[in-house]
């Protein structure tokens, strides 16, 4: 179970810092992860949407379809935190950027 958690931790870490760059793939990926439970990472969808909704704003079309998979199962709260999670994540990366 070890050897699992540390493998979703190296996931998770490699595909954010390509998402801090702003890569669309790094996003989708992401969102994967916390939509499936992907390499023993646990699944949480206000973070999968998050994910995908990054995604699919940079035009991702499977994470369009994904974001809409995902939203099917979460409550109106759940899309707004992961809505407001996600205009977070540009704020502080343009931050970083500047």
Not at 11 to 27: F, K, Q, T
Not at 47 to 53: C, G, I, L, Q, T
Not at 67 to 78: C, G, K, P, S
Request: with cysteine; aromatic share 8%; hydrophobic share 45%.
């Amino acid at each position: 179970m070890g050897s699992s958690l540390k493998s979703a931790q190296f996931l998770i870490e490699s595909r954010m810092r390509d998402a801090m760059r702003g890569d669309p793939d790094a996003y989708y990926e992401l969102g994967v992860v916390y939509s499936t439970g992907t390499s023993g990472a646990d699944i949480d969808l206000v973070e999968a949407h998050k994910w995908f909704n990054l995604a699919a704003v940079r035009g991702h079309e499977a994470a369009q379809y994904c974001r809409a998979e995902v939203a099917d199962e979460m409550t109106a709260r759940e899309i707004a935190t992961a809505q407001a999670a996600a205009r977070a994540f540009l704020n502080e990366t343009s931050r970083r950027a500047a």
